[in-house]
């Protein structure tokens, strides 16, 4: 069973509300379900929405962030809490294995440290592991703390092997190569990036890892933000879109099989064949036949 379907869930969040984003993830797991879809993978911290304000309003204004850092922590998740046995009742009623982009407490501790993860969910609706983003970009680190490399693992499914990145993590080419030695069929590359650059950057990625590559990134319009978060006037005046997604599919060749889909919400589909992997990876395999180690040392360091 080479042959399979997979999706890219473009979709914006109900901003910083856990129950109505997870409520919203719910259905479309259960619509790729219908559609025949073995496999959706979510936006970056699609739950409960991507703190683009840490682009906007300058570290010296502590009591605006502050204000906001309170409302991101009581809308993310806990590894597992309601929100998580919802998205696997989905997943398990759906036949669909999930990935899911989402602010994590750090819930083995404190609770009020927040990270960047994607948490896996197979196709019986049973959490498999989860990532956490090794290192938040620019304003990114005012709210989520580094992973670590005891989460560079992948998954089977019955859509392939999964794995995966977030964001510019995907540009760190030791990272990368983690993933490829996982075995990894299908990488899933949940995004806040929706430029021509980056989807260069997926492209060549597919090619280097000889994998699928799911660019899943959030529609976020100016409407998608309520009026009370004062930093939305911080936005130039008549601005539409805060962020038009580009999500995209693409195969180990490097051609874009699905999307790009631009500022509007949807789910994107493609229908894949992992053979195409093997073809490919007769005349390159990164972590085979072109791997040459008696030449080079590679390994990752997994304490916590």
Known sequence: MNKTKIAAAQLSPVFLDKVKTTDKACKAILEAGEN?????????????????????????KGAELNQLYVKLVENAVSIPDNTTNKLCEAAKSAGVSVVMGMHERNSETSGTSLFN???????????????RKLIPTGGEKLVWSQ????TFKSYDTQAGK????????NFMPLARNA???????ILASPTWDKSPNWRQSMQHIAREGGVFVISACMALSMDDIPDAYE???LYPEGREWINAGNSCIINPKGQII?????????ILYADIDLNEIIEVKR????????????????????NK
């Open 36 to 60: 025949g879809a073995k496999l959706i993978v979510f936006p970056e911290a699609y739950i409960s929405g991507y703190p683009d304000w840490v682009w906007l309003i300058p570290n010296s």
């Open 117 to 131: 993860s994607l948490l896996f969910i197979n196709e019986k609706g049973e959490i498999t592991g989860k990532h």
């Open 147 to 150: 992973g670590d490399g005891s």
């Open 162 to 169: 999964i794995a995966g990145l977030i964001c510019w993590e």
């Open 179 to 185: 993933v490829y030695e996982t075995g990894a069929q």
């Open 231 to 233: 930093f939305k006037k």
């Open 258 to 266: 699905a999307g790009p889909l631009e500022a509007e919400e949807g």
């Open 283 to 302: 005349m390159f395999d990164a972590v085979g036949n072109y791997s040459r180690p008696d030449v080079f040392n590679f390994s990752v360091n997994i």
